[in-house]
């Protein structure tokens, strides 16, 4: 009986509770349906810390900033060394150069480097791209220097042996298996083979048959020809003594041989309408890559430019994405993007769209951009986007990386430093009348590749409109 009532008592205190919530959740509803919410503030200028320049006697270029209160250090050393750089015959040479830097030096082994690391609160990074190769690492400030010395003797002293590059190319034919397999990575090869015909940038990833070749000798001679000092800028970002940081960096570095200078490799764009697919029977979605050229950051219009790229698709609640995504259940990610290299630019709305609504999905998309060049965007959605691009500017470059991102953006496309002080101001000075000019100027149909992979005998219909005629 006691036991019933201590149930009775808790289920009645229970039902009080729940009321009481309920209660809450009412009137807090009925007050925000009273009072709308207090408008942001003006977005601040946000203005990057001071950097530390210097240029060691071998032609590296060094990068200090003092940044932030956690006593952690970020350092990237990149090499202006890239897939650009890839012999014909032999893509991803520089990929493989770049890997294997990690499987030890001529005093360490892969797992003593990786150990060592670990050891310093953090661990050592390689990636490789088009354009660079980039080395690096965070570590707690106790370990500054000494990690340093870590990532000197990776980059310089670099133990490159058979077994080692026969384990990372069998890791690569697996990779190369998976990638055909996956359709945004067919529809984005083919979109780079097109637009970049007979360059670097047109193909993405090797052949079996190119990784199969690959020797040692491959692999040395790209690191002689291709990895040097005068290639070389180190960033090192955090909490620091800048004074013991110089004295390390001239030690570790300053006997490194100089090597060749970085070269540039701009590709001439002549794009043109053109409509290409790729057959994958039985798939339930169909992806669509859809882009014409586009400002590179070293244009005077590409702030404004990025600004309309996301008001249209670039980001969550883009014009693009509410209306094939949102309003018509097209698909569930689309997204635009400005793909930049050195003084190129190519603007690429990107989607998996269910197979029956292929074709509905780029009439949308071409209806969205149409809208773009005829209508003027409206003050409320202009200054929202504005200050989602400020507030996320600042947001990203909160972290030691973020701050070597920028800096090592600015550098890499010849930027003044005034670009990233000046970027919220920037943004927040673009107007409707340059939106529109904006999508007139470089949205147009005449220049736009479309490359579509999905069921043919489903889709080929749907995309007729669009073939070239």
Request: overall charge positive; proline content about 5%; hydrophobic content about 35%.
């Amino acid at each position: 009986m006691n036991k019933l009532k201590r149930m009775i008592s808790k289920s009645s205190s229970l039902h009080l509770c729940v009321l009481a919530v309920t209660i809450f959740v009412l009137a807090v509803t009925s007050f925000a349906q009273k009072e709308a919410p207090p408008s942001g503030g003006q977005p601040k200028p946000f203005v990057f810390p001071k950097t530390d320049d210097l240029v060691l006697p071998n032609g590296m270029k060094v990068t200090l900033v003092q940044y932030g209160s956690v006593p952690k250090v970020a350092f990237q050393a990149v090499i202006y060394s890239g897939t650009k750089d890839d012999a014909k015959g032999k893509k991803a040479v520089s990929e493989t150069t770049g890997l294997m830097l990690k499987e030890g030096t001529k005093t360490r082994t892969a797992e003593q480097i990786a150990l060592e690391a670990a050891k310093m609160g953090g661990r050592l990074n390689v990636g490789v791209g088009t354009d660079s190769t980039n080395i690096s690492g965070e570590v707690l400030s106790e370990f500054d220097t000494k990690f340093l010395e870590l990532l000197a003797d990776v980059i310089q002293n670099p133990n490159f042996r058979q077994e080692d590059l026969d384990r990372l190319m069998q890791g690569k034919l697996r990779q190369l298996a998976v990638a055909r397999t996956d359709a945004g990575n067919q529809a984005w090869e083919k979109f780079r083979e097109v637009i970049f015909p007979g360059h670097p940038y047109g193909q993405i990833n090797p052949r079996d048959e190119e990784v199969k070749s690959y020797t040692l000798d491959d692999i040395k001679g790209f690191y002689a020809k291709y990895y040097g000092a005068a290639r070389t800028h180190l960033y090192v970002v955090g909490r620091f003594n800048a004074a013991a940081m110089k004295a390390a960096i001239n030690k570790a570095f300053s006997s490194w041989t100089k090597g060749t200078p970085a070269t540039r490799n701009i590709p001439e764009i002549s794009a043109k309408r053109s409509l290409w697919t790729i057959d994958r029977p039985d798939a339930p979605q169909s992806t669509i890559y859809l882009g014409m050229p586009a400002p590179n950051p070293k244009d005077p219009d590409f702030v404004k430019f990025s600004v309309m790229d996301s008001l249209l698709g670039g980001s969550f609640g883009s014009r693009i994405t509410s209306n094939i995504r949102e309003n018509k259940g097209y698909t569930y990610s689309p997204g635009s993007f400005i793909w930049n290299r050195f003084r190129t630019g190519y603007w690429i709305e990107a989607a998996d769209v269910t197979t029956a609504n292929t074709g509905d999905s780029i009439k949308e998309i071409l209806f969205e951009i149409n809208r773009m060049r005829t209508e003027p965007v409206g003050d409320a959605e202009l200054t929202g986007i504005k200050n989602y691009m400020s507030g996320l500017y600042v947001l990203q470059n909160s972290t030691r990386f973020g701050v070597i991102g920028q800096l090592e953006n600015m550098n890499y496309n010849e930027l003044n430093k005034t670009s990233i002080d000046n970027y919220v101001r920037e943004v927040q000075a673009v107007t409707a009348p340059e939106i529109q000019a904006m999508a007139k100027k470089y949205l147009t149909e005449d220049k736009m590749t479309i490359v579509v992979v999905g069921d043919l005998g489903k889709i080929s219909t749907q995309i007729k409109p669009y073939e070239v005629k």
